[in-house]
C-alpha cells in the first residue's frame, strides 16, 4: 500500500536544524530554528521551571489522566495572562480554554473546529508566514488564501495592501494573525494599525485566528497581548492559539493553550464541546507535565516574579543582538541597509537577501538561515556577530 508514497524533502526548518548538527566545521552559527539561546548557545532551563518542577514531581501522587481539557488552573491562568484578569469576554463568560499540546496542538483543534463550523469558508494567512502554518492549516482541510504583509526585499509592511486584501474577503473568513513578533518578519503592527485592523474584521464579519507563540518577546507581557485584548473586546468571535515554548522555555514538553472566544455564554458552552470532541478524536487528552510546571509558576507569586525577570532578560538579550548586528552590519557594509534590524521585535528578521546568498553564506561560512534568510537573533552572540556581519557583507548579493 506505500508503494505510492514517494520521499519527502525535509521539513525546511527542522531539516536546517540536522544539516546544522552534522556541520562538523569548527565554527559555525545556527540562525535557523526559533530557539532562545544564552551567550554560550546554550537552550537553558529556566530557573522557575526547575524549582516549579521540583514542586510538581514531589506533589504529585497519580499519572492517572487529568481531562479532556487539561488542568482547570492552567485554563484559567493562561486566560488571564493573555486576555487580562477583567477582560469583558471574560466577564461575561465568552471565553473557554482548553490545554493544549504545544502552539501546534492549539492550532491544529482550531483549524477543526474552523472546518467543522464553516466548511466552505477561507482562511487569510499573512505573506509571509511561519513555514508550518501553511501545512498545519491546509492539513486540517480548511481552504488557504494569502495576504500581503511585509515585503522582505524594502523591509516594508504592507498594511494598506493587507487591508485592501482583507476588505474583499467574505463575511466568515478567518484570518491567521501574528498575535506579536511575526514570524518569520519581525514586523509587528502598531496601535493604531490593530484599530484599524479591528474596524475591518468588524464591518466585513471576518474571525481572527490570532497565533500567540511569543508572548513576552516583544516589550511585555502585556504589551505584547494588547492586540489579541483589542480584538477579543471589539469582535464578537475569536480563536487564539497560545505557546508556551520560548516565554516559559518548555519547548519539548508541548505546552499550549486554545481560547475561543464566542458571541455569548450559550454558545461558548456549545462551541467547547466541539473543541473537546475535537481533541478527544486527536489526541484524546493533553500532556501533562509541562502544564503542571506552568501552573505552579502561575500560582505562585514567586515563581511568577522569578519568571517575568528570567522573561525580561530574554527579551532584552535579543534586543541587544538586534543592535549589535545592526551595527557589526553598519561596519562591514558601509551603510545602514540592515539598520531595519535593531527596531523589529522577536526572535526574527529577514535579511532580505536572495536565496543563493544564504546558499553561500552556509556552504562557505557555515552560518545557517532558511532559504527566505530569516535569521534567529537568539543565535547571535558578542563572539560571533563580527563574523556573521562580515560574512552577510560578502555574500549579500545573487
Ligand atoms: C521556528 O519558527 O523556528 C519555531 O517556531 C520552531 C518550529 O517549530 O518551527
Known sequence: MFQELKQLAPDAILGLM??????????KVDLGVGVFRDPSGNT?????????????????TTKTYVAPAGREEFNRAVEE???????????????????????????????ELLRAAAPAAAIHVSDPTW?????????????????????????????????????????????????????????????????????LLERRRLVPYLDLAYQGFGDGLDADAAGVRLLAE?????????????NLGLYRERVGALIVVSENAERADAVHSH???????????????????????FADADLSAAWHAELEAMRGRIRQMRALLASSLRAAT????????????????LLGIPPAAVERLRERHHIYMT??????????????????????????NA
Not at 509592511?157 to 473568513?173: H, V
Not at 470532541?277 to 501552573?295: E, K, L, N, T, V
Not at 532559504?371 to 534567529?376: E, M, T
Open 131 to 199: 513555514g508550518n502554518h501553511l501545512p498545519l492549516l491546509g492539513g486540517a482541510g480548511l481552504r488557504l488564501e494569502r495576504y500581503p504583509y511585509y515585503e522582505a526585499r524594502s523591509h516594508a509592511l504592507r498594511f494598506e495592501a493587507m487591508l485592501e486584501r482583507l476588505a474583499a474577503a467574505d463575511p466568515g473568513d478567518t484570518v491567521l494573525i501574528h498575535a506579536c513578533c511575526h514570524n518569520p518578519s519581525g514586523a509587528d503592527l502598531a496601535e493604531p494599525q490593530w484599530r484599524a485592523l479591528a474596524e
Open 234 to 246: 471589539r469582535l464578537p468571535e475569536a480563536v487564539i492559539a497560545v505557546s508556551f515554548s520560548k
Open 275 to 297: 473543541v473537546l470532541q475535537i481533541a478527544r478524536g486527536i489526541y484524546s487528552m493533553p500532556p501533562d507535565h509541562g502544564a503542571a510546571i506552568a501552573a505552579c509558576i
Open 44 to 60: 537553558p532551563v529556566l530557573d522557575a521551571v526547575r524549582r516549579a518542577e521540583r514542586q510538581v514531581l514531589a506533589a504529585q
Open 18 to 27: 540536522t544539516k546544522y548538527r552534522a556541520d562538523t566545521a569548527a565554527v
Open 371 to 396: 532559504a527566505d534568510s530569516r535569521i534567529n537573533l537568539a543565535g547571535i552572540m558578542p563572539g560571533n556577530a563580527g563574523y556573521v556581519a562580515e560574512a552577510i557583507a560578502a555574500e549579500r
Open 334 to 349: 558601509g551603510d545602514d541597509s540592515f539598520g531595519f534590524i535593531r527596531d523589529q521585535r522577536g526572535m526574527f528578521s
Open 81 to 111: 495572562l493573555v486576555l487580562g484578569a477583567s477582560h469583558p469576554a471574560r466577564r461575561d463568560r465568552r471565553a473557554r480554554t482548553v490545554q493544549a499540546p504545544g502552539g501546534c496542538g492549539a492550532l491544529k483543534v482550531g483549524a
